[in-house]
Structure formats: structure tokens, C-alpha cells
């Protein structure tokens, strides 16, 4: 049923709104156009970026850079930012790098204080990632938007967080240049998302961190709006007899932590049954059920590969957030006390780089420790949350 995994909602107030704040067009946040919105992962942050966002930019007469750091774990954060911006140089007005290349030279000139190397973007000797960002300004006569998507990947490397020193320098230089913003509010503008708020605060939070001082929003979840237009769109494609009707949509849309991805799921199957033509559930809500457990299987089995102290020490980082301090004496205190035996500093330390390598934690900066996924400690509430088989020997569901 492919129709209906095709299905995209459009949130045009959304993105007007972020549109606004990245261009510095907002009266009641003027001159705000570094943005950060944070949100569950599989929730639609990229769809909207994509569907909606680079639209409403473009309408309004900006040149949206878009970087998707998720899609591409394995890159130089640094290098892709870069590439963006020289991709974006190469397709404006036909191709300002094609147009300097069929002149045999590769030097741009813009003005009496820029001319640099535009092939060597962001590497030693070439254009630096302001100059590369000034030139794609001077040269189509537009404000530009970098859109960062998933930007707390950048924190995983030091050219990573270079990186974004760096968008955080050109953003300063060119809104400070008339000859830049023209009379406009802002010539550059930064938007960032990421699936973890408390990594991706780790770019505002510390004086010596690039964007200190920005706010950091909560990207709306898809609402009852999206449910509605949903089920319109499904109940369309559906024999009147299997109709679903919203409410149960909307139930379901919870069930899956409103991640349109899996409910697409449970609704296919909900609708074409399995592989003999025999529907596995007459429910959807049954359906959308399975599909969470399906997701929280991979956490499980996780989980029982950890040994007790790991366990305990994941426990406390998810109980704790940003206070979390692995190796204080209340900390210490409370890992003894969970595993029944005195617990070393370095134990600590091979639990979290045990963590680590598992991709279950993130190291942050000045040794702080965060979830990789938001997402295990909804699992993990809900397999600890007591129930009547808390009672028995087995104790809870973990």
C-alpha cells in the first residue's frame, strides 16, 4: 500500500514561523536568525525541513543550504557543511562555478576584500566557510539559510565543533556587512535540529560553547490536524467496510510516540493484512502495539547484553539528565548500592566506555554524558513501571 507511506502533511504556519526567526523577520524576536529546534527522533523533523521549510525559504526569496548530518553519520561534519555551500555556489544563476571554470580559473572576486580559491572550500589554503557563505550572498543577491539538520552529530568530532564555530563566525561577519545584508535584517541565517535536546544544548548552554545564549524550542509533534487529514487520506484508498475512524488513528498515533513512520506501518498492515492475504489483527490499535514492541525489541536485547554496573550506570545517567556526574560520592553511593558491592571510580569508567562503544552514550564536553537515544528511556520507564508481575519472583519486565 505505497499510497499511503506516500502520504506528507504540510505544516505551512510551522514553517513560516521558523522562516521568520532564520531571516530575522520576527517583530517579537528581532535580529534572532540562529535557530534550534529540538524533537524525538522519526517524529517529522525532516520532512518538514525538507517539504516545508526549504519551500517557505525559497518563497521567500532565500537560498535555503540544507545538511543532513544524520543520513551521512560517517562524514566530516565539517567537509559536509562545506560541500553544501560549494553545491549551492555551483547551482546558483547557472552555475557561478561552471561560469569561472569555463574561464579556466577557479578565483573568485567579490569585491576589494574577498577573492579566494572556490574548489578548496573549507580546506587549507582555499575559501573559508564566511567567504564561501559571502560569496553565495554577493553572487545571487539573496539571503541565505544554512539548515542543519540532526546537528548534534557535530559534537561527536573536533572538526565536528569546528564546524560550527564556524557558522557561528560567518553568521556574525556577513550580518554585520552592509554591503551583505543590503538593508535587511540579516543576510545569514542558521536553523538546527536535533532528535536530542540535551546534546544539542551543548552548542547554547556553556560560555565557551559557539551559540551561547540561544534558546532552544521544542519542534511541535504532529497534532490532531495531522491524524485528521490522514485518515481522510487512508479512509480514500480503503473498501468502506475497513475504514478507520480518526479517533482510533489518534490512538494509535499516541501508542507509536506520534511517529508518523510507524503508524504508517500499522496502518498498512492493518490494511493489506500478511503475505496470504489473512489480516493479522482486526484492530489497528493492536497493530500499532506490535509495532512499538518491534521497536522496543532492539532496546531489550541491548539491555540484556549489559552487564549489572552498566545497567546501573545507564539507569542514573537517564535519571539524572544534565546533572548527571558519574563519578561523585552520591553517584558511587548509589551504584553500590544497586549492584550490592563498593564500585571504583575506574569501574565507572569501563562502563561508560562500554556504553560508549555500543552506541548507547555520547560523551559531551568537560566530561559530561548523555543517551545516544532519547528514546531507550521511554523504554526503559515503561519496562520499569510497576505492574502486578512486580509482585512476583521474576520482578518487573526488563
Do not use: C
Not at 166 to 189: C, E, Q, W
Amino acid at each position: 500500500m505505497a499510497a499511503a507511506s506516500s502520504f506528507v502533511f504540510a505544516r505551512p504556519e510551522v514553517a513560516s514561523r521558523v522562516a521568520q526567526w532564520a531571516l530575522g523577520e520576527d517583530p517579537f524576536s528581532p535580529g534572532e536568525v540562529s535557530v534550534f529546534l529540538a524533537a524525538p527522533r522519526r517524529t517529522g523533523k525532516s520532512t518538514f525541513l525538507v517539504h516545508d521549510l526549504l519551500t517557505e525559504l525559497t518563497s521567500r526569496g532565500a537560498i535555503p543550504v540544507y545538511v543532513d548530518l544524520w543520513s551521512q553519520r560517517s562524514g566530516d561534519p565539517g567537509f559536509l557543511i562545506n560541500e553544501a555551500v560549494r553545491k549551492a555556489l555551483d547551482k546558483q544563476g547557472k552555475g557561478v562555478l561552471g561560469r569561472i571554470r569555463s574561464a579556466g580559473v577557479t578565483k573568485a572576486g567579490l569585491g576589494s576584500w574577498l577573492s579566494f580559491d572556490l574548489d578548496k572550500l573549507g580546506v587549507p589554503g582555499g575559501a573559508t566557510l564566511s567567504e564561501g557563505l559571502a560569496a553565495l550572498i554577493l553572487k545571487s543577491g539573496s539571503p541565505v539559510v544554512v539548515v542543519v539538520d540532526e546537528a548534534q552529530q557535530a559534537l561527536k568530532t573536533e572538526a565536528g565543533r569546528d564546524a560550527m564555530f564556524a557558522l557561528k563566525s560567518a553568521r556574525d561577519t556577513i550580518n554585520l556587512d552592509p554591503a551583505l545584508t543590503n538593508g535587511r535584517p540579516a543576510a545569514l541565517g542558521l536553523v538546527f535540529t536535533g532528535s536530542h535536546r540535551d546534546k544539542l544544548a551543548s552548542l547554547v548552554t556553556g560560555r565557551d560553547q559557539p551559540f551561547f545564549g540561544s534558546r532552544i524550542r521544542d519542534f511541535p509533534l504532529l497534532g490532531r490536524d495531522y491524524t485528521e487529514a490522514y485518515g481522510r487520506h487512508i479512509n480514500g484508498l480503503l473498501p468502506p467496510d475497513r475504514r478507520i475512524d480518526v479517533a482510533e488513528i489518534e490512538e494509535a498515533f499516541d501508542i507509536v510516540g506520534r511517529r508518523p513512520q510507524y503508524l504508517h506501518a500499522a496502518v498498512t498492515r492493518y490494511a493489506t493484512g500478511d503475505l496470504g492475504g489473512e489480516r493479522e489483527f482486526d484492530s489497528l490499535l493492536g497493530l500499532a502495539e506490535d509495532e512499538r514492541e518491534a521497536h522496543w525489541d532492539s532496546y531489550r536485547r541491548q539491555w540484556s547484553s549489559l552487564d549489572a554496573l552498566q545497567q546501573t550506570v545507564l539507569r542514573r545517567i537517564i535519571a539524572e539528565g544534565d546533572s548527571f556526574r558519574p563519578f561523585d560520592a552520591d553517584s558511587l553511593a548509589a551504584y553500590a548500592a544497586d549492584v550490592g558491592d563498593q564500585v571504583a571510580a575506574k569501574d565507572v569508567q569501563r562502563a561508560l566506555d562500554g556504553l560508549r562503544e555500543q552506541e548507547l552514550v555520547v560523551r559531551l564536553e568537560r566530561g559530561r554524558y548523555s543517551l545516544e537515544d532519547p528514546s531507550l528511556a521511554d523504554w526503559l520507564r515503561a519496562e520499569t513501571a510497576p505492574t502486578e508481575e512486580d509482585a512476583s519472583p521474576q520482578g518487573p519486565r526488563l
